[in-house]
């Protein structure tokens, strides 16, 4: 079991840049691949990014890869979601996400989640 509590969302300009965190609780965070997804409003709910168990690897969606970058702090129990050159299509509410399989970017394959957190980019 892990819980996990986004923060750093907030209203953000266009351009303009963002670190959301994703804070662990427990003991057994290293044993999960933790991603990101995000859901705008009447949208479906989409992955983002991924970063491994040791953080060695890091996986992107297409739409983000170049402007968002994950890490990972395992002795501080966070993973790190940087944004930057944000877009209005950046806006929603971002959750992180664990799941024991080395690698996937099914959210239905990702057990524990967190609250989100809201991110909005004005134009």
């Known amino acids: 079991q892990v819980q996990l509590v986004e923060s750093g969302g907030g209203l953000v300009q266009a351009g303009g840049s963002l670190r959301l965190s994703c804070a662990a609780s427990?003991?057994?965070?290293?044993?999960?691949?933790i991603g990101w997804f995000r859901q705008a409003p009447g949208k479906e709910r989409e992955f983002v990014t991924a970063i491994s168990r040791s953080g060695a690897n890091t996986y992107y969606a297409d739409s983000v890869k170049g402007r968002i970058t994950i890490s990972r702090d395992n002795a501080k129990n966070t993973v790190y979601l940087q944004m930057n050159n944000v877009q209005p299509e950046d806006t929603a509410v971002y959750y992180c996400a664990a799941t024991g399989s080395l690698y996937s970017r099914n959210e239905h394959e990702y057990e524990y989640w967190g609250q989100g957190t809201q991110v909005t980019v004005s134009s």
């Open positions: 427990g003991r057994t965070f290293t044993r999960y691949l």
